[in-house]
């Protein structure tokens, strides 16, 4: 196949990847509830339903400051200021300082200290230096809302302001747009990053395995074709860049790499004893059945991120699926196309110092069984401990970077208005009862406040919570008083609702994803191998990591963010990745050796190209560190974390395994 059409499959592909780069400029964003909650959800479609009634839409601070805002020209430029605002489609109320004495007096009076009687009763005088105006939004549109930023920042920008005054603007529509734009940045920094990181790991231990020093970044050119094409469908197929899926892509690119460095090192092992073509059809006859099971295992684990009903993390499990099976392909076709027509022979280079490193941990691996026996039952169970004391962050804010111009302010607006966490009751069977439910809840230290529109009535309780089991707690002490006082009619909604739901996933999920994907990977490997020694090796080294994921994240005292529940099918699909590389090498090489031997030769032939593999995708999550989002950033270290040590049982305890069980089948013949 590949002397007749290898340079068709080459000039096909680059087209296909032209025209993929072309498509991904049209990849669109997405951000808020539609990202963290299904459509589906009861939580989902309350909130929904509160903001259309009650037009509980967005709202808009803008912060007035000077060394004295209690000025005329100053009450003044926010009446103009606010003029500006109301012609902005899209905007509603505008309520400030100037807008209540103007209401009162047709006019803002001269004297500064009728000015202050007049205002300060309407809580927007924060201070003598600080006025606070507050812009309601009528839309709820995402494409709007961003104009709608854009266009209050433009009119603050340029609408003429006295002197010493500084303007400054926040509250989620702000936040969202400033979030966009750093995640533009935060994606180009990252891909850069792993990019680089690619080229130094590849250039350092790569190198060693090819003749020829371009052939050691053909990995990279699989994976970079592999994240565009990525790119490319993601307008296509309607999937929307968000918080957590803008960091598939960097990661992808050391994922995407792991195929082609285990196909390359086999063909490169091949050529010192055939031709260009037979070691081609030797490398694909040898490893593809292992690269199409490490395909097969992290699609399945990747794709079990359906399964926690957050739609932003279904989305990160597709791309980085959807990634990898174009990486193999890529690898069986592109790859060995382009290995044939520029192989043009050269000198082989021994990799001393790696081969002589993997030399002793098979020595060790094989010696020391026992002991590494031990090693893992006592990790599993110490981490089975930690598992239980491992706090969420459950508010989307913190995921975001923290000097943000809107988080700052943000913080302060909380810091001057209290900072409440506020669950709204929404009643339709109020029969006179309100008064005594807010005179109880008041009782329970809530701060209280009523709302009617039509036949419905809003309670807004208002709180200082933090944690997922504060926001539950006061959630059912709210549910618990409403029937004590016979509402039946009801619902609970507002923002501590939204990110309790968020904790109820990530617990919920977590445990989803970790099961479906062991579920999987076990029923996959019984499948394919028709043997539960086969099957169950191969999951060892992904029970040790997670023990030891859990028991770092106790000790450096690291919450699980909505990135950090999906780590557990991470390190299953990559460790069973890794796992199955050796078992099938493992037992190729027995049917020639003595089983000492054939963990020798298969932990330095094969445990060289992993050991490459592993460290490409670990440079890919690191690269995650780059991002100024502190949820990628923990995403990152865990799974670089994660990514090192599973290389590191693979090579050290699935041989370990393999002896014994060869102990035990010998003893039993």
């Known amino acids: 196949m590949f002397d007749r059409y290898s340079k068709l499959i080459v000039v096909l592909t680059l087209v296909a990847i032209v025209l993929l780069a072309y498509s991904a400029h049209n990849i669109r ?6 990202t963290y909650l299904s459509k589906d959800s009861k939580t989902y479609i309350h909130y929904k339903l509160y903001t259309k009634n009650f037009k509980a839409y967005e709202k808009v601070f803008i912060f007035i400051k000077a060394e004295d805002v209690v000025r005329k020209d100053v009450f003044e430029y926010m009446l103009k200021l606010e003029r500006e605002l109301k012609e902005i489609d899209g905007v509603g109320d505008v309520v400030s300082p100037a807008s209540i004495v103007y209401g009162m007096l047709g ?37 709007k809302l961003e104009t709608i930023a854009k266009q209050i920042e433009r009119i603050v920008e340029f609408l003429p302001k006295p002197a010493g005054l500084n303007v400054q603007m926040t509250g989620s529509v702000f936040l969202w747009y400033q979030i966009k734009k750093e995640m533009g940045k935060s994606l180009g920094i990252m891909t850069s990053a792993s990019t680089l990181l690619m080229v130094l ?57 792991d195929y082609a460095v285990q196909l390359q090192n086999r063909f490169e092992e091949e050529r010192r004893k055939s031709d260009v073509l037979t070691s081609i059809k030797t490398a694909i006859n040898k490893t593809g059945m292992a690269i199409f099971l490490a395909l097969i295992t992290s699609v399945l684990c990747f794709s079990s991120m359906a399964f926690c009903g957050v739609p932003g993390l279904s989305y990160f499990g597709f791309l980085l699926s959807l990634g990898l099976t174009i990486a193999f392909i890529l690898t069986l076709t592109f790859l ?18 790696l081969e002589s490193a993997l030399s002793r941990i098979a020595e ?86 009523v709302r009617s529109v039509g036949s419905q009535t809003a309670i807004y309780l208002s709180t200082k919570l933090e944690k997922y089991e504060d926001y539950k707690r006061a ?24 990110d309790m739901e968020t904790g109820r996933l990530m617990i919920e999920g977590q445990m989803n994803i970790t099961m479906i994907s062991f579920g999987l990977i076990v029923i996959l490997l019984l499948l394919i191998y028709r043997s539960i020694r086969k099957a169950i090796v191969p999951l060892i080294p992904i029970v040790t990591v997670i023990g030891l994921m859990n028991i770092l994240m106790f000790l450096l ?83 670089f974390s994660a990514i090192i040590l599973c290389l590191i049982p693979s090579l050290t305890v699935v041989p370990a395994f393999l002896m014994i069980t060869e102990k035990f089948k010998a003893a039993r013949e």
């Open 107 to 143: 006019n803002i009076p001269n004297d500064r200290n009728e000015l202050y009687r007049l205002a300060k009763d309407s809580g927007l005088i924060i201070s003598p230096s600080f006025a606070m105006m507050i812009v309601s939004i009528t839309t709820s549109e995402e494409e």
């Open 336 to 353: 060995p196309s382009i290995l044939y027509l520029f192989d043009s022979g050269g000198k082989w280079k021994k990799a001393e110092l």
């Open 557 to 639: 005292r690291i919450k699980h963010t909505m990135m950090s529940i999906t780590l557990n099918s991470i390190i299953i699909g990559l460790g069973v990745d890794y796992s199955i590389h050796i078992v099938e090498r493992f037992f190729e090489e027995l049917r020639k050796v003595d089983p000492a031997k054939a963990i020798k030769r298969t932990i330095e032939r094969t445990g060289r190209a992993i050991t490459i593999s592993a460290l490409t995708t670990a440079g890919g999550f690191f690269a995650l560190m780059f991002s100024r989002f502190p949820i990628a950033k923990s995403a990152g270290f865990l799974s």
């Open 364 to 449: 060790v691996s094989v010696r020391r069984r026992s002991l590494i026996l031990a090693f893992v039952i006592m990790i599993v169970f110490a981490g089975a401990y930690c598992s239980q004391n491992i706090g969420m962050e459950i508010q989307h804010k913190k995921y975001a970077p923290q000097d943000l111009p809107a988080i700052i302010l943000f913080k302060e607006l909380e810091r001057v208005a209290g900072g409440q966490s506020t669950f709204v009751v929404v009643l339709s069977d109020a029969d006179g009862k309100i008064d005594e439910f807010v005179k109880f809840m008041e009782k329970r230290g809530f701060k209280c406040s």
């Open 201 to 257: 790991i590849l250039f350092f231990t790569f190198r060693s395995v090819v003749r020829r020093l371009s052939f050691a970044f053909l990995p990279l050119l699989i994976s970079v074709f592999s994240v565009i094409a990525v790119f490319g469908l993601m307008p296509i197929l309607g999937i929307p860049m968000t918080e957590l899926t803008h960091g598939a892509l960097p990661i992808l690119i050391g994922l995407s790499i």
């Open 475 to 498: 959630y059912d002490e709210i549910d618990g008083a409403l029937r004590f006082f016979g509402f039946t009619d009801y619902y609970i909604t507002g923002n501590p609702v939204l």
């Open 29 to 34: 964003f997405e951000r808020g509830l539609e």
